[in-house]
């Protein structure tokens, strides 16, 4: 059994991104200046850009975009049955196991407790996809960042010009960012596939039993 749910690590990322966002609208330093940033840029030998101005400060857009992510997050949750349906929905499924119905009846029937599950497990199935295309997209930008850093870091000294493009995803606080983001997905990931045996195990145990 996992120490915290998915619903729990989802509920928890969903409002560190907010905290975040406020904090790139606010004062944004607090984030580009954290020791976090500071070690992971300092052990890869990842630059940071030169600061813009205000006016074309990145920040107040990103802070956009997580606050988005996190309201995503939020109403995916709220939509997805969770293990109460599961709970609920169990002595329904039981009867159609053992029922006395037709032989026209029973085969209408066949697939519907299959059906029943799919349904049930809706949530882990959505966020298993969802944590597993995270991973691999936040672990891309991260080798992204990671695998240039060298050529960043020289030119990032001898031209006068503001990275533009791709280039302004190669910093500290973006590499920083998407490694942490690639970890969390992946304790979901993990955490939503362990969970979804469980209850896949806890259906095949209720058949079981109602077989006997």
């Not at 599950?117 to 991973?135: E, K, P």
């Not at 990032?156 to 910093?171: N, R, V």
């Not at 955490?191 to 469980?198: G, M, N």
Request: charge should be neutral; glycine fraction near 4%; include cysteine.
């Amino acid at each position: 059994m996992a120490l915290l749910s998915s619903k729990t690590l989802i509920q928890a990322h969903a409002v560190l991104l907010i905290v975040i966002a406020g904090y790139l609208v606010k004062n944004p330093n607090y984030i580009t200046d954290s020791d976090l940033v500071f070690m992971m840029g300092e052990a890869l030998k990842i630059d940071f850009p030169v600061a813009t101005s205000p006016a074309q400060s990145p920040f107040v857009f990103c802070s956009v975009l997580l606050f988005a992510g996190a309201l995503v997050d939020m109403i995916l949750l709220s939509s997805l049955p969770y293990h109460e349906a599961l709970d609920e929905a169990l002595p329904y499924i039981r009867p159609l196991r053992n029922s006395n119905l037709p032989a026209e009846d029973l085969q209408a029937l066949a697939k519907l407790p299959e059906y029943i599950t799919r349904s049930l497990t809706m949530y882990w199935n959505v966020w298993v996809s969802i944590s597993a295309l995270r991973f691999a997209l936040y672990g891309g930008i991260s080798f992204f960042i990671y695998q240039a850093r060298g050529s960043y870091l020289l030119s990032s000294y001898t031209s006068k010009m503001e990275p533009s493009g791709l280039q302004q995803l190669k910093s500290r606080v973006v590499f920083t960012y998407a490694f942490m983001e690639m970890m969390v997905w992946f304790w979901v990931f993990i955490t939503c596939r362990e969970e979804r045996q469980q209850k896949l195990s806890k259906l095949l145990e209720d058949a079981r039993e109602e077989a006997k």
